[in-house]
């Protein structure tokens, strides 16, 4: 009942900004990355799921060329764009992220000719749980539906991601925006970056006594920044010295030797920044085995077991790949001091959330340990919720 009546009142604001009531309304939501970072742009293995936490959009069409854009959670009032003066690197703003999608779908070749868009979100900004992709999913469905286009889920992903790379100039993998389309309730999607297969997997915490919380450190990040293209431009110059089309193409068992070839080949070449190769590739190669290994632990109905694989995946994202803050840190050593049975960073870095696995009883003892482990140290106070999986993108009304 909550839901509907949220879908009803973004319809209702539409109806007053735009003069009509909207044709539809559609839902996206943001993402929890159980496991598997920083592998979705080197064609890796990643473990999201969807949280109930979305972006809401009331969508119509229009014939005459022109996209009309308002967020009920940004007060700068109606943007009005022209469909054909649409380019990369021409809007700084939050608007980038839906127009970019229009443009993206016109340069894919579909007939687009305009749209009043009004949207409203719920996903958290900048703390690492997918809000861009929830908006740029959410009016990608939007436009598909009402478009006719019939462009499947993980198709409207790789539009997504190709306005966020071009049009936005964030240099972000698939995995957001796949697991804000094609997402189911109770599951967490293991996805295969290279060729995009999925399998829905079943995550049903609450059957085993489990909780996932989420800890919003409330330390904002931004994916266009350079620290992460830094890494994606480190991963792609390691897996060129190693000859290797993406570091995917490492097998777990081969670490050890292909970073031996690594150190040698940057000898030889005279690359400067070889240490920093050698981590980028060492959590990279780790970080797809753990996903495997927690897809069979799931598989095995074991999810407790998770745990330390998921704290293994703190330590490899803060000393090799090292995007970790501390606030991260502080998070994740206090939850496991807590009683917590696991816990990690999730998303980009550098900032944003962290994840952390408990027993049912617990969650209120490492709530109020976090908590006052922020205030001590004189952080702004996190935001501590449970995560549970929830249902991919879809149309409400």
Not at 12 to 34: C, I, K
Not at 42 to 61: E, K, Q
Not at 256 to 267: C, Q, W
Not at 362 to 370: E, M, Q, R, S, Y
Request: net charge negative.
């Amino acid at each position: 009942m909550a839901k509907q009546q949220a879908a009803q009142q973004v319809a209702d604001h539409f109806t007053e900004l735009y003069g009509s009531a909207p044709e539809g309304v559609w839902a996206a939501p943001g993402r929890v990355n159980l496991i598997g970072e920083h592998t979705d742009y080197n064609d890796g293995f990643v473990m999201p799921f969807a949280l109930p936490h979305r972006a809401t959009a009331a969508v119509s069409r229009r014939t005459d060329g022109v996209v009309r854009l308002h967020s009920a959670d940004i007060d700068s009032g109606v943007t009005e764009l022209r469909l054909d003066s649409l380019a990369p690197g021409t809007d700084s703003t939050w608007t980038a992220y839906p127009a970019g999608v229009l443009w993206a779908l016109r340069e894919a070749g579909h007939t687009v000719t305009g749209a009043d868009i009004h949207l409203s979100s719920t996903v958290p900004t900048g703390a690492g749980l997918s809000s861009s992709a929830a908006i740029e999913v959410v009016t990608a469905l939007a436009l598909n539906d009402l478009y006719g286009l019939a462009v499947p889920g993980s198709r409207l992903a790789r539009l997504c991601q190709r306005a966020e790379n071009i049009y936005v100039g964030a240099p972000t993998g698939i995995m957001d925006q796949t697991a804000s389309a094609c997402c189911e309730p109770g599951h967490a999607l293991f996805l295969d970056t290279r060729d995009l297969s999925q399998q829905q997997i079943p995550f049903d915490l609450a059957a085993a006594g489990l909780r996932l919380l989420v800890v919003d450190t409330q330390v904002t990040h931004a994916h266009s920044g350079g620290e992460y293209g830094k890494r994606r431009a480190g991963c792609e110059k390691a897996a060129s010295l190693l000859g290797v089309h993406a570091l995917r193409d490492i097998p777990h068992p081969d670490l050890t030797p292909a970073l031996s070839r690594l150190a040698e080949k940057a000898r030889r070449t005279g690359t400067a920044d070889a240490e920093e190769l050698v981590r980028l590739v060492r959590h990279v190669v780790t970080e797809n085995h753990r996903v495997e290994r927690t897809v069979s632990l799931l598989r095995s109905g074991d999810p407790r077991a998770i745990g330390p694989i998921l704290t293994e995946g703190h330590a490899s994202l803060r000393d090799d790949f090292r995007v970790s803050c501390p606030e991260l840190d502080l998070t994740v050593d206090t939850a496991l001091t807590a009683g917590a049975l696991g816990a990690r960073m999730t998303g980009g870095g550098f900032g944003g959330s962290a994840i952390v696995l408990t027993a049912e009883p617990d969650v209120p003892l490492i709530t109020k340990a976090v908590e006052e482990a922020f205030t001590t140290a004189g952080h702004k106070p996190p935001r501590v919720f449970e995560a549970v999986p929830s249902a991919g993108a879809r149309r409400l009304n």
